[in-house]
């Protein structure tokens, strides 16, 4: 079964201040999402990533940078953190989906993000 | 855009009861999209839990079952007899059709907390 971890898992940050949660996964997906969950409102994806080297907007980006620098690897960079970012942030993977069945989205842990 | 609705934040069931937790969608693109019920426990990240792919279908995993009614737009999460063990936080999410501009994301509904109280 996939394994995706998130670091930190929690986080207190200031307003103004650079933050960089990361993300990793060992099952070789090509495909990498981040979304920030608000109480209230589903998940919404944020930036998401089709193999090393790539990033994507998703539906909420502003505010937001993305990384990938490997298969494994996927990290969320606020370069001037706000306290309206603050949020949960769930990571996920899953295989290229070129066809009409689902390929899954295996999920991490989350990150909660405090932003004072 | 497509937006799915879940009109319960919160749903507390005793031991053995059953469950439904109620979701509808919005889609905007031509065609049908695809169905999704994802679940997180406490401290975990979200799984999937049973997804239906076809209009008019029903999915079912662990005990749980959905059924993807298009006229209704609807795709509620239904258990006869809930346990302990199923608490957690329940999300109903959408992608839509093959082909359509939102087929490689997902939509999710703001999520439903089941409680089961022994």
């Known amino acids: 079964e996939a394994a995706v971890t998130q670091s930190p898992r929690n986080k207190v940050a200031v307003t103004g201040g650079k933050v960089t949660l990361s993300c990793n996964q060992t099952?070789?997906?090509?495909?990498m999402y981040w979304y920030r969950q608000d109480t209230g409102h589903g998940l919404r994806l944020i930036h998401y990533s089709y193999g090393a080297g790539s990033t994507e907007k998703g539906d909420i980006p502003d505010g937001y940078k993305a990384s990938r620098p490997s298969q494994e690897n996927f990290s969320l960079i606020l370069e001037l953190a706000t306290p309206s970012q603050t949020s949960v942030y769930f990571c996920?993977?899953?295989?290229?989906?070129?066809?009409?069945?689902?390929?899954?989205?295996?999920f991490g842990p989350g990150t909660r993000l405090t932003v004072l | 855009g497509d937006s799915v609705t879940q009109t319960e934040g919160q749903v507390t069931v005793s031991e053995s009861k059953s469950l439904i937790i109620n979701c509808t969608y919005s889609a905007t693109s031509i065609g049908y999209p695809n169905l999704f019920w994802y679940v997180r426990y406490p401290g975990e990240g979200l799984q999937l839990l049973l997804k239906?792919?076809?209009?008019?279908q029903k999915g079912s995993s662990r005990g749980f079952e959905a059924t993807y009614n298009k006229e209704a737009t609807s795709f509620h999460l239904q258990k006869a007899s809930v346990q302990e063990s199923d608490s957690a936080v329940y999300y109903c999410a959408l992608r839509g059709p093959f082909l359509s501009g939102s087929f490689n994301k997902l939509t999710f509904g703001a999520g439903t907390r089941l409680a089961v109280c022994p």
């Open positions: 996920a993977s899953g295989d290229a989906d070129w066809g009409a069945n689902y390929a899954e989205q295996f």
């Open positions: 239906v792919i076809t209009a008019g």
């Open positions: 099952n070789n997906h090509n495909n």
